[in-house]
Nanobody, 115 residues
């Protein structure tokens, strides 16, 4: 059982990135899926959570209106489209099952926001 996140990198403030996360070893359609981030010296933050039941996604206030999460169960993949990136968005990003840290079944992808 694994989650493989990718798509991170260096981006200037105001820029955009798309993160992807492929799940293996389990059927993603039966799980709530989310994205969580952790920055040095800060607490982990669940920034999005997509319901397996109704497909609705909730977002943290810190990213609402700038980030969009989507999922493709057929490809066992979730995405995080990040726009208008800010320096405070810099963190290690994980996709997670059950929308919490206990479901971080893989390595994250680093997002660096800097000019």
């Amino acid at each position: 059982v694994q989650l493989q996140a990718s798509g991170g990198g260096l981006v200037q403030p105001g820029g955009s990135l798309r993160l992807s996360c492929v799940g293996s070893g389990f059927d993603m359609e039966y799980y709530d899926m989310g994205w969580l981030r952790q920055a040095p010296g800060k607490e982990r933050e669940v920034i999005s959570c997509n319901s397996k039941n109704d497909g609705m996604t909730n977002y943290a206030d810190s990213v609402k209106g700038r980030f969009t999460m989507s999922r493709d169960n057929a490809k066992s993949t979730v995405y995080l489209h990040m726009n208008s990136l800010k320096p405070e968005d810099e963190a290690l990003y994980y996709c997670v099952v059950h929308c919490n840290w206990n479901g971080a079944w893989g390595q994250g992808t680093q997002v660096t926001v800097s000019s």
